[in-house]
């Protein structure tokens, strides 16, 4: 991991801050304008998306004057490498700069919520909490992907840049989050699935948080405009009406069970105990774990919430009843 101390060594003052100003998409330009017209056009920055920009405070940097903090770390990236004396990072997106905003602020306030909920500040244990690194357009395809082995996230490049889109960036935090609860998690096609609609439900959760939008289970509507043709654009989406009896052996269409299952969950308990117990309940799922066995799991960690006074009993039951209804099997 690179340091402020080793970039001092570089020739560049520090900015000596821990906070700082960006510019970011909110969460992103066709969610937040609603205009599903717009398109990637190789990274033009047009007129169109001039309302879609969103100046916000950075946080929790380590005073280098590089995208450098506690929870995301920016270790390369394609073009040049974002950096400001004071601290402050405006670009658009045809500077390739501005991914690396991107990634910085989503990953850095996605950790910040994860632990506004408990985790890692005495109420539960931490969820990832560390320095993510980041690669920014290193992954020469229209896919991204968090790299267990090397604790990194590639974000890739093609269509509308992955880094462009706060929901694919917080998706792929998530299988970092899995990562960091369950060694080696995802080795079976159900545990593959569980992971990927914990992707996308964290994705939508957290900018339904911070930067709600009106079709909140549609996942990623930037980055799909590059290859979903039908409007609303969406990669997938998290209100399906799939059951257990739809998988196809394919994690992101099997995931839309999962993902169904926890939105339908939110929907009851709302976001803040809904977050809390999904994120509390995969500490106990087995890297390999089954639709039916990651379920019991969840639902023993709501009948464990009851008793502690966290949840009621009808809560618990509206957890049990959210995989019923996708017909995920559950121990009585």
């Not at 004057?65 to 920016?74: E, R, S």
């Not at 799939?242 to 169904?260: K, N, P």
């Not at 106990?284 to 009621?312: C, M, N, V, Y």
């Amino acid at each position: 991991m690179v340091t402020g101390a080793a970039e001092a060594g570089n020739g560049k003052p520090p900015s000596g801050s821990s906070t700082g100003s960006g510019q970011v998409f909110y969460p992103n330009p066709v969610a937040s304008l609603q205009d599903q017209t717009l398109t990637d056009q190789n990274d033009a920055d047009y007129a169109a998306l001039a309302p879609a920009y969103r100046t916000v405070t950075l946080t929790n940097l380590d005073g280098s004057g590089y995208l450098v903090g506690d929870w995301a770390n920016v270790v390369s990236e394609t073009g040049d490498r974002a950096y400001s004396p004071t601290n402050t990072f405006i670009y658009r997106r045809n500077d390739d700069r501005f991914e690396q905003v991107m990634a910085y602020y989503w990953v850095t306030e996605t950790q910040k919520y994860i632990q506004s909920l408990g985790f890692g500040t005495g109420t539960y244990a931490p969820v990832n909490m560390e320095s993510q690194d980041l690669r920014i357009n290193q992954w020469g395809a229209d896919n991204s992907f968090s790299w267990d082995k090397k604790d990194m996230i590639k974000l890739g490049k093609g269509g509308v840049d992955d880094g462009e889109d706060a929901e694919v960036i917080i998706h792929e935090y998530g299988h970092a989050v899995h990562d960091a609860q369950v060694a080696g998690f995802g080795t079976s096609i159900e545990a593959g699935a569980i992971g990927e609609a914990f992707g996308d439900y964290l994705a939508v959760t957290v900018t339904n948080v911070l930067a709600p939008t009106a079709d909140a289970p549609c996942v990623a509507d930037w980055d799909a405009v590059s290859y979903d043709p039908s409007a609303p654009h969406c990669l997938r989406r998290i209100d399906t009406n799939l059951t257990y009896a739809d998988r196809r052996g394919q994690v992101h269409f099997d995931g839309q069970i999962w993902s169904r299952a926890l939105w339908d969950i939110r929907n009851k308990l709302g976001a803040t105990k809904a977050d809390t117990l999904i994120l509390q309940s995969q500490f106990s799922f087995a890297p390999d774990t089954t639709f039916a066995a990651a379920a019991d799991h969840t639902i023993r960690t709501a009948e464990l919430f009851r008793d502690q006074g966290k949840l009621s009993q009808a809560e618990v039951n509206a957890v049990r009843n959210a995989f019923i209804d996708r017909g995920i099997a559950v121990t009585e």
